[in-house]
């Protein structure tokens, strides 16, 4: 049992690696690139930074250093430092680097076919308590959204973060987050 699904999860892996070499081949750019664009496009501002995106996509540094230089040279990033903290950037898609990632969707086959299966909502936990090993026994961060951490509150009037004594609107909610802790 165990054996085919591990099958079954690499198999998976494999489609969603094919899928993305051929949408970002017919954007002309490079894998990493989108995934850099995409992971972008759905992360937190407490996860927007450089290292942030390295340790999502299990990228090194320096990749995803090139990466970014790259995106920004194309004009579909932009690098920011934080307005409190200045050793702080965070980066954010352009308005063609939203164009971009919203194309790569509306040729995302897989996509579409996981988002069918995402409203199961049996199927949805069994892959995220998946990913949740995974990232445990690699000793990684847990990426995950405010919806199922431990720092969310919701007893005020508005959802609070309480790691980041920070509020969080409706958007927050269900962005990816570095810092998320069941
Ligand atoms: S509640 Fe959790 S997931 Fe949401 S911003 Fe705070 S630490 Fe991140």
Redesign the pocket.
């Known amino acids: 049992m165990s054996e085919r699904l591990r099958e079954v999860v690499e198999r998976l892996g494999l489609l969603l690696r094919a899928e993305e070499r051929r949408a970002a081949a017919e954007l002309g750019i490079q894998p990493v690139q989108l995934q850099v664009l995409v992971y972008l496009d759905r992360c937190?501002r407490?996860?927007d930074h450089p290292a942030a995106v390295a340790e999502y996509l299990g990228a090194t540094k320096g990749t995803i250093s090139q990466s970014i230089q790259r995106l920004q040279e194309k004009g579909l990033i932009e690098a920011n430092r934080d307005e409190v903290d200045r050793r702080r950037i965070h980066l954010t898609l352009t308005t063609a680097g939203k164009a971009l990632v919203k194309s790569a969707a509306t040729v995302d086959r897989l996509g579409r076919a996981l988002a069918g299966l995402g409203r199961r909502g049996n199927a949805k936990a069994i892959l995220e308590s998946l990913v949740d090993a995974v990232q445990s026994a690699q000793e990684q961060p847990a990426f995950?959204?405010?919806e199922?951490?431990?720092?969310?509150?919701r007893k005020g009037r508005r959802?609070?973060?309480?790691?980041?004594d920070?509020t969080?609107n409706k958007s927050?909610?269900g962005?990816i987050?570095?810092?998320?802790?069941r």
Request: proline residues 4%; contains cysteine; charged residues 25%.
């Open positions: 937190n407490f996860s995950g959204t405010c199922s951490c431990c720092y969310l509150d959802p609070t973060c309480t790691l980041f920070e969080l927050d909610l962005r987050c570095r810092e998320h802790d």
